[in-house]
């Protein structure tokens, strides 16, 4: 698949990611970074700490091309895990959302955890650790 057309598959699921970062970057910091767009804000910092159904919350959260940090460490400690999930979204475009959340309650049905037994979760940490 082209370049392009990763990008504009992924594309539904940037925009949300693009106006939830640009709605809270208040006193943060945005960049492009190998054609991702990262974003940092100490509202980020409130909304990945406390909406997210992690213990502490989430270091980063990934929207199709668009990551959201908690600062700009948790960007770039999560960075190679983070491009996995930027790549599923590239394969997966719109259905990527619910595929993730199916793959976490599948997980759930079975009785492991939703979030660190979640397909989706797994392949980014086997690739991100290589």
């Given amino acids: 698949m082209s370049r392009v057309l990763r990008y ?7 925009v949300v990611g693009l106006f939830v970062a640009f709605a809270l970057l208040r006193r943060g910091h945005a ?13 980020l910092d409130r ?17 199709g091309h668009v990551v959201i940090g908690r ?12 491009r996995v999930h930027v790549r599923q979204y590239e394969l997966w475009g719109p259905l990527f959302v ?26 980014a940490r086997a690739i991100a650790d290589l």
């Fill in 47 to 63: 909304a990945l700490a406390r909406l997210t159904p992690l213990a502490g919350g989430a270091a980063a959260v990934t929207l």
């Fill in 98 to 123: 619910p595929a993730y959340f199916a793959a976490g309650l599948w997980a759930f049905a079975q009785g492991r955890h939703p979030y660190y037994d979640n397909r989706f979760e797994r392949e």
């Fill in 71 to 82: 600062d700009a460490r948790a960007l770039e400690t999560t960075r190679a895990h983070e």
């Fill in 31 to 43: 960049a492009l970074i190998d054609g991702v767009i990262e974003a940092h804000s100490p509202l």
């Fill in 8 to 14: 504009l598959w992924a594309g539904p699921t940037t």
